[in-house]
């Protein structure tokens, strides 16, 4: 009896808890700092933008470079905003809880560009946010080029 149990107990252990759909509310509030993220970069207010990060917020942008730390992030971004003009949008396609104060919105994010020297880019991106006193932030983001002939 003992063993049949520990045994249990351990493979209970290993099985992967499978994501939820959030509520309706958590959902919008999701999509509600996703839209404010792109809102604030598209209008370079650091300030903005670092209100939506967690201080330990981290970064995997689309060509390798990790960035890690609030003030990392932001000063990049704003860098990558300066070097590559264009209009950002992020169509989050879904959100999933992968805990009750833990979200993954996963969608497409384009930069359409504003100049003869830049060109569009297509990418996908997932942000990962976390639920804390203060509401919904930013603790992860991980832009990537689609593989060749990926949809």
Known sequence: ???????????????????????????????AVVRAYVE???ARD???VE?????????LV???TWRRGRDVLVKGMLESSRKNSGKRTIAVE?????????AIADGRYT?????????????????????GTDGWR??????MLPAPGAK
């Open 51 to 59: 209100a939506l990060l967690t201080a330990d917020a981290d970064q």
């Open 138 to 143: 930013i603790a992860g983001i991980r832009n």
């Open 46 to 48: 650091a300030k903005a």
């Open 1 to 31: 009896m003992i063993r049949s149990t520990i045994a249990f107990l351990l493979i209970a252990a290993c099985v992967p808890v499978l994501a939820e759909p959030p509520s309706e509310r958590d959902d919008a509030a999701v999509r």
């Open 94 to 102: 879904t959100v999933r809880l992968i805990a009750p104060d833990v």
């Open 111 to 131: 930069l359409a560009a504003a100049g003869p020297d830049s060109k569009d880019r297509a990418m996908w991106t997932a942000i990962i946010v976390v639920r």
């Open 40 to 42: 604030a970069r598209e």
């Open 62 to 64: 689309s060509d390798g």
